[in-house]
C-alpha cells in the first residue's frame, strides 16, 4: 500500500522489481489472513487487514516530508495523535476508561536512557 500511494499519489518511481516484490507480498498477505470461516460472506480479516495497511500507508506517506526532523519528536506527536484517536474510537464504541491509578501507572515513561 505505501508503494502503490506513494507511485500514484507522490508520482514516485516505479519499476518491475518494485511491482514483483509488492506482487509477492500481497500474495503473503492473502495467504496469511485466508479463512473458510466467513462471517456473512464478507472477509471482514483480510478487509481489516488491507484498512490497516492503507492508514499505515498514509501515515508512511504523509509523513516522509519531515524525516529529516528530531526523530523523539516525530515519535512524540504521532504517538499522541495516534492515542487520541484510538482512545476516541474506543470510547465511541463504548468502551469506558480505566481506574485513574491505572491511568497513571501506563502514562510514566523512562527517559534516562535517553540522551
Given at each position: 500500500m505505501t508503494a502503490l500511494l506513494a507511485w500514484f499519489v507522490f508520482k514516485e518511481n516505479f519499476d518491475r522489481r518494485i511491482a514483483m516484490g509488492m506482487l509477492f507480498?500481497?500474495?503473503g498477505g492473502v495467504i496469511l489472513?485466508?479463512?473458510?470461516?466467513?462471517?456473512?460472506?464478507?472477509?471482514?480479516?483480510?478487509?481489516?487487514i488491507a484498512g490497516a495497511c492503507f492508514c499505515w500507508a498514509l501515515d508512511?506517506?504523509?509523513?516522509?516530508?519531515?524525516?529529516?526532523?528530531?526523530?523523539?519528536q516525530i515519535a512524540?506527536?504521532?504517538g499522541l495523535v495516534a492515542g487520541?484517536?484510538?482512545t476516541a474510537i474506543a470510547l465511541g464504541a463504548g468502551a469506558s476508561l480505566p481506574a485513574i491509578g491505572?491511568?497513571?501507572a501506563t502514562s510514566i515513561v523512562d527517559y534516562s536512557g535517553m540522551d
Open positions: 507480498i500481497l500474495a489472513s485466508w479463512s473458510n470461516d466467513l462471517q456473512g460472506g464478507i472477509p471482514w480479516g483480510i478487509l481489516a508512511n506517506n504523509l509523513t516522509r516530508h519531515v524525516s529529516g526532523g528530531d526523530p523523539q512524540m506527536i504521532k487520541s484517536v484510538n491505572t491511568l497513571f
